[in-house]
T-cell receptor, first 112, second 113 residues
């Protein structure tokens, strides 16, 4: 089955700096890659996603890039703010679009 | 308000006592899924359903059952809970029959002693 690895497990950045989280996946048939943000004690919330026919997608301060050849995708957060502090999860879904495999999560701390 | 609801939110039970965690969505979504979240292991998919009466196993289905008799409801059943099923459980739903743009419920924290 699919295996998703996420790095780093923790990330501390200064407010205003950029944060980058990287994920690799094993199933070359995977074609949907969402990112979720989970604040302490809350539910995961979708922040951005990308499908395999697109190499990059941006939404304000958040961007995701996908390299299908290398089977990796990354989340970029620019101009970080304290409210960006949370755990971020990447995930990958297979071609059928019915099973989702998550990475282990990255705890991001933005220091004011 | 569009939402996914779960009940109960917190549950402490004993080994072997059957329990059901309910999940309901009011968005007319076709796809629904259950996940468990454990420290260091992230979220893992237990079961999913692409439509009424259509369910299938995720990555960790052992010890769980589900049913989908109505579009809005997708209960998770633990016939004989064990301590290794102590976890935080999330239900999620998506429009269409695939899992794009999933909305998560608030979570159910289950402790099995």
């Amino acid at each position: 089955g699919e295996n998703v690895e996420q790095h780093p497990s923790t990330l501390s950045v200064q407010e205003g700096d950029s944060a980058v989280i990287k994920c690799t996946y094993s199933d070359s048939a995977s074609n949907y890659f969402p990112w979720y943000k989970q604040e302490l004690g809350k539910r995961p919330q979708l922040i951005i996603d990308i499908r395999s026919n697109v190499g990059e997608k941006k939404d304000q301060r958040i961007a995701v890039t996908l390299n299908k050849t290398a089977k990796h995708f990354s989340l970029h957060i620019t101009e970080t703010q304290p409210e960006d502090s949370a755990v971020y999860f990447c995930a990958a879904a297979g071609a059928a679009g019915n099973k989702l495999t998550f990475g282990g999560g990255t705890r991001v701390l933005v220091k004011p | 308000e569009a939402q996914v609801t779960q009940n109960p939110r917190y549950l402490i039970t004993v080994t072997g006592k059957k329990l059901t965690v309910t999940c309901s969505q009011n968005m007319n979504h076709e796809y629904m899924s259950w996940y468990r979240q454990d420290p260091g292991l992230g979220l893992r998919q237990i079961y999913y359903s692409m439509n009424v009466e259509v369910t299938d196993k995720g990555d960790v289905p052992e010890g769980y059952k589900v049913s989908r008799k109505e579009k809005r409801n997708f209960p998770l059943i633990l016939e004989s809970p064990s301590p290794n099923q102590t976890s935080l459980y999330f239900c999620a739903s998506s429009p269409g029959q695939v899992l794009y743009e999933q909305y998560f419920g608030p979570g159910t924290r289950l402790t099995v002693t």
